[in-house]
């Protein structure tokens, strides 16, 4: 080969060609991505989570479930991967003697075998112990959150660098304080607590724990009940009493609880205040106190999770045991118990208080004040306007008393002669008996039995003198409309006793015929009187150019009404004039003003009574009073 170096000359195309086949080249050597994902840097986050939660008691038992439902929606909330959750529950430990736990650890292996999760997350006691005996055959390096164990039962022997444990501390002393301070009265509490290995476990515990409460606080335990027996007993308790609630997970009858189900059932027939330290059972069932608090457990759970799957090592994650959260109450429970919110604890929290009417049914008071308001201002016009018609009323009664007192003068005017008439008769023969006893007395031996009837005849004109100037008196005295019961027959009596003399001097014949029965009525017995004589007058009146010169006046009780009539012989009246006989200044006579049948109509309507005006068939007119008869 010769030493010689050859030029070979490229042209521009062979150039691009040749950078054409280099980048396909390389593309050629990078692994396609699947559809759906993202950049190189970002798909550690799109990668998919397996997550295995194992329960204690179940997935609806409470109080774990509501933890385990917590840290679900967390996860979910706060996980930049997408998740799959898968749920086991062991269950066993629910029960007085569970059964082996070998076909469980079979059953999980079959499942996992090859498809470890990326971690475990336990809730309780029972499910960290199980997961830590059978963690080198099911979960062979899967790291693992024990959470929701109380530190008690923390299995630390067992723990591995690849655990992180978030435990919680019961302090039930704290628990039992908190029932003495808010019901200083306190003489025993009533503890409910099942009896499951793990629950006779807590009872131990809860005796030691309340050692320096002793003489000052009897405990009634109901772990060697059943649970029937438990609702007797819960609702008869002596006063001075509370209960507590622990956990009822299996009675001592064996038979398994939903525990957020059994303590519903006690709270209904309880006749004493129900206390727990588990948040869960809090809001409806229980007065409330210092709890564990869901919410902090789930964060710090669902902390130590997300650090884990993000690549850090469980052995640097550390918790510290966590307590009880600031006390809250149930506002309902308190006001049920009467427990004053002066006795909780300066940093408690007051929850489901009811808020006030006004703010409950705001728009309802607004319009039932409106309506109120309304119906105010309509009673009060109307009260208004019964004022104004009862001063109206006064009013015109006080005009017709003034208008029937000029009727009446009108009236006893036209029998001024009769009445003259009707005194001078009687005061005649009391002058003419006084001067023949006169002479008799200037007798030597005057008869003293003459002289006593003369004077008796002198006593008899007076006293009907008086008679006429008192019914004259009482026609024209100025009363106001006084009402009474009266004797209807002697008021109408009464009344032609004053015009008897008129028709006497007129030649007319006035008869009267009372109603055998008294005829009780309420009214004015003036009133009356004054429409009486203005008929009789009437009457008369029509009568002075007719033959038979006669009016009859009679009473008679027609069912609950009393009736007078006044009937005359002259010749009627037109059938026109029927109509208006009543209406103000209508008259049929040449010297009347019309008023007379106005003012007794009033009159007559005024005692709630009515008048009528009809033609007789035999001829005359015929007036009829009615007035409701006294009951």
């Known amino acids: 080969m010769s030493g010689r ?33 993202v950049q190189l840097g970002e798909a550690r986050y799109r990668e998919l989570k ?68 990326d971690i475990v997350v336990s809730i309780g006691a029972p499910a960290a112990r199980f997961v830590q005996r059978y963690r080198q055959k099911l979960f062979p390096g899967t790291p693992m959150v024990l959470t929701v ?31 003495l301070q808010v019901m200083p009265d306190t003489k025993n509490v009533a503890v409910v607590i099942g009896a499951s290995p793990l629950e006779k476990f807590w009872i131990d515990e809860v005796r030691r724990e309340l050692k320096p409460l002793e003489g000052r606080l009897a405990l009634t335990w109901y772990s060697d009940l059943s649970f029937e027996e438990i609702l007797k007993r819960g609702a008869t308790l002596p006063p001075h009493t509370a209960l507590f609630w622990g956990l009822m997970s299996v009675d001592a009858a064996g038979i398994v609880h ?37 919410a902090e457990t789930s964060a710090k759970t669902v902390g130590a999770a997300i650090r884990i799957l993000g690549g850090e090592k469980p052995a640097g994650i550390k918790y510290d045991p966590i307590g009880f959260a600031p006390p809250k109450y149930d506002w309902r429970e308190l006001q049920r118990w009467g427990i004053s919110e002066s006795r909780l604890p300066p940093d408690s929290e007051i929850l489901f208080r009811e808020p006030p009417v006004w703010a409950q049914y705001r728009w309802q008071m607004l319009l039932i004040a409106a309506v109120i308001l309304v119906q105010a201002a309509l009673i009060s016009g109307l009260l208004h306007e019964r004022q104004r018609r009862r001063g109206a009323e006064v009013e015109s009664r006080q005009r017709l008393a003034e208008l029937a007192h000029v009727n009446r003068y ?31 007395l200037k007798g030597a031996s005057p008869d003293l039995d003459e002289i006593r009837q003369i004077l008796a005849d002198i006593r008899r004109d007076d006293q009907r003198a008086s008679e006429v100037i008192r019914r004259l008196r009482s026609i024209l005295k100025k009363t106001p409309f006084e009402i009474a019961n009266i004797e209807l027959n002697d008021t109408v009596r009464e009344a032609i006793g004053l015009v008897r003399a008129v028709a006497e001097g007129r030649r007319i014949t ?27 007058i009437n009457a008369m009146d029509a009568i002075s150019d007719a033959r038979k010169r006669e009016v009859s006046v009679w009473t ?47 009159i007559v309507e005024a005692h709630h009574g009515t008048i009528s005006a009809t033609n007789q068939p035999a001829g005359g007119a015929r007036f009829t009073i009615r007035l409701p008869l006294l009951r």
């Open 258 to 294: 939903e525990g957020d189900f059994a303590l519903r059932r006690l709270h209904a027939v309880a006749n004493a205040p129900i206390f727990s330290y588990q948040e869960p059972f809090f809001g409806g069932n229980s007065v409330g106190g210092p709890m564990h608090s869901v």
């Open 510 to 536: 006035l008869t009267y015929t009372p109603v055998l029965a008294d005829l009780r009525v309420k009214g004015d017995p003036v009133q009356l009187q004054q429409v009486v004589l203005n008929l009789i």
């Open 5 to 37: 170096m050859t030029i070979v000359s490229v042209r521009p195309w062979q150039v691009a060609a040749a950078w054409f086949c280099l980048v396909l080249l390389l593309a050629t050597c990078i692994p396609c991505r699947p559809a759906g994902a």
């Open 50 to 117: 397996r997550v295995l939660v194992l329960h204690s008691f179940g997935r609806e038992f409470r109080p774990w479930s509501e933890y385990a439902r917590s840290i679900k929606a967390e996860l979910e909330r706060q996980s930049p991967w997408p998740l799959d959750v898968q749920e086991h529950t062991l269950l066993m430990a629910r029960f007085n003697n569970p059964g082996p736990e070998a076909p469980f650890v079979e059953y999980l292996h079959s499942v996992y075998q090859g498809a470890l999760p």
């Open 410 to 440: 009108s009236a006893l005017g036209e029998m001024t002669t009769s009445i003259a008439h009707e005194l001078n008769q009687p005061l005649g023969s009391i002058l003419t008996n006084a001067e023949t006893a006169e002479l008799m």
């Open 556 to 602: 008679v009780r027609v069912g609950n009404e009393a009736e007078v009539n006044v009937v005359d012989t002259g010749p009627g009246m037109a059938a026109s004039d029927l109509a208006n006989v009543f209406d103000p200044f209508f008259t049929t006579k040449p010297q009347g003003m019309g008023m007379g049948l106005a003012i007794a109509k009033t």
């Open 149 to 179: 164990v109380e530190q008690r039962l923390v299995n630390r022997f067992e723990l591995t660098d690849n655990d992180v444990v978030v435990a919680v501390r019961n302090d039930f002393m704290a628990a039992f304080e908190n029932i």
